[in-house]
């Protein structure tokens, strides 16, 4: 079976300061991992997606994620916060079988301080 | 394109009362997926269609939810008796034929039970 794991519920930067969003991932079978960005009152809007191509993955909005098997982790980086990233971000896993559903990590809020 | 379409966009009723929730996927796509996010439980998956045939229901609370596909442009995700528990976001969301492919998602409904 698949999960996913998103270390820290909340992370703060400043503005300007490195974002790193952790998630480790299980699966039994090569993964396609994505991230979702939610804001307030919104929908799940795709960041990025990780699909055995190249390990470094460019998404929207300056983000980018690198994963590594060895390490079973796909974490989400942005060299520098704006205040427009604050909102939950979701990392999710789909096994590379017929099934197409994705598996959501639990969220994690991210607070960009001035 | 214009999206996955979701109505309403909030709905308050009272306990006991049915409910129905409406989703039109983007056009194209014969994937569509319905999930439900609560503080508590997060995202999780109620039921997933293929061409308009469910694929997996085991996400589905108990006999008092319900989801039609009668055709690849509509789908309605029903609760009959409504409770208070019920309380929570429900998502729509489709995708493409791609076993990559990512899930696009409605803006979702806030549903309220009284």
């Known amino acids: 079976a698949q999960s996913v794991t998103q270390l820290g519920s909340h992370v703060s930067v400043s503005e300007g300061a490195l974002v790193l969003l952790r998630c480790n991932y299980s699966s039994s079978v090569p993964p396609y991992l994505f991230w979702y960005v939610q804001y307030p009152n919104q929908g799940l809007q795709l960041l990025l997606k990780?699909?055995?191509?190249?390990?470094l993955v460019k998404g929207i909005n300056g983000f980018e994620a690198e994963f590594k098997k060895s390490e079973t982790s796909f974490h989400l980086t942005k060299p520098s916060a704006h205040m427009s990233d604050a909102a939950e971000y979701f990392c999710a896993v789909k096994e590379g079988t017929g099934r197409r559903a994705l598996t959501f990590g639990s969220g994690t809020r991210l607070q960009v301080q001035p | 394109d214009a999206g996955v379409i979701q109505s309403p966009r909030h709905e308050v009723t009272e306990m006991g009362q049915e409910v129905t929730l409406r989703c039109k996927p983007i056009s194209g796509h014969d994937y569509l997926f319905w999930y439900r996010q609560t503080m508590m439980r997060g995202l999780e998956l109620l039921i997933y269609f293929n061409n308009n045939v469910p694929i997996d229901d085991s996400g589905m609370p108990e006999d008092r939810f319900s989801a039609k596909m009668p055709n690849a442009s509509f789908s309605t995700l029903k609760i009959q008796p409504s409770e208070p528990r019920d309380s929570a976001v429900y998502f729509c969301?489709?995708?493409?034929?791609?076993?990559?492919?990512?899930?696009?998602f409605g803006n979702g409904t806030r549903l309220t039970v009284t």
């Open positions: 990780y699909t055995s191509a190249a390990t």
């Open positions: 969301a489709s995708s493409s034929t791609g076993v990559g492919s990512p899930l696009h």
